[in-house]
């Protein structure tokens, strides 16, 4: 039999063509049955992170001590975030605090951020039905004022190496989550003022899955946009959890 040079090219594209196919079916992606889990934990690391620039105990660092203050009670819907902006104040960052806090360095006590949490009634900050700022927080506000108000950052040291609810977890939940979580009115509902409520949050998953910003929860803290919680802050709650989320 003979082939005419027309048939005999389309032979030839015929053959390439169904080998291209033939090989790139070897290259298909894997196939999964059934649906998959949104949130897959990431391992427990409790190798701490290196100290590169130790902290002062004699300093007060802004990200680490003041910003989760402010972030927890002020810097939120209908108070002092980006949106809001209550009395052209916005506490949600170190530049938008010092340029609209009233920092007054030459006489701290004096300065409108400090002067609004020592007020009664209904010009204290937070405002009711939030409780006041515990004393130590609000002297811890006052020391950063008069140290210069700066934008220190260091290295906290993570200490991991014995993991409890009392001495561990609910510090970080009382300073960084509960200005939000309590009252008569808890953000989202939830409430994280004791153990019986936390715990509640660790079943439903929804601590965990908030604070690591785990696709199909809302980020914690709030506000958008806001410092998520240090690495070991994360890594503390997580070995907790992981060692049963006991009350000790």
């Known amino acids: 039999m ?3 040079g027309k048939s005999f090219f389309a032979f030839v594209a015929f053959a390439l063509i169904a080998f291209i196919l033939y090989t790139s079916s070897c290259k298909r992606e894997p196939v999964y049955i059934g649906s998959l889990d949104p949130y897959v934990p990431d391992p427990v690391d409790t190798t701490p992170p290196p100290v590169v620039h130790p902290c002062s105990p004699d300093s007060v660092y802004f990200t680490q001590d003041i910003l989760p203050i402010l972030t927890s009670n002020c810097a939120m819907s209908g108070c002092h975030n980006v949106q809001s902006h209550e009395d052209g104040v916005i506490l949600n960052n170190y530049t938008n605090t010092r340029n609209t806090g009233k920092i007054n360095l030459s006489s701290p006590s004096n300065s409108k951020l400090y002067r609004v949490l020592n007020m009664t009634g209904g010009d204290r900050m937070p ?3 939030m409780a006041a700022l515990p004393t130590a927080q609000r002297a811890l506000i006052l020391k950063w004022i008069q140290q210069g108000a700066l934008n220190l950052t260091c290295d906290a040291d993570c200490d991991t190496t014995n993991v409890t609810f009392s001495g561990s977890v609910m510090p970080l939940i009382s300073l960084k989550c509960q200005g939000c979580h309590s009252g008569s009115n808890p ?7 004791n153990y019986t409520q936390v715990k509640a949050s660790v079943t439903s998953g929804t601590l965990i899955g908030s604070i690591t910003h785990a696709p199909g929860f809302k980020p914690m803290p709030e506000p958008v946009g806001s410092y998520p919680l240090p690495d070991c802050d994360i890594r503390k709650v997580q070995i907790w959890i992981s060692a049963g989320a006991l009350n000790n």
């Open 187 to 193: 953000g989202g509902g939830v409430s994280l003022t």
């Open 127 to 129: 405002p009711s039905p």
């Open 2 to 4: 003979q082939f005419s």
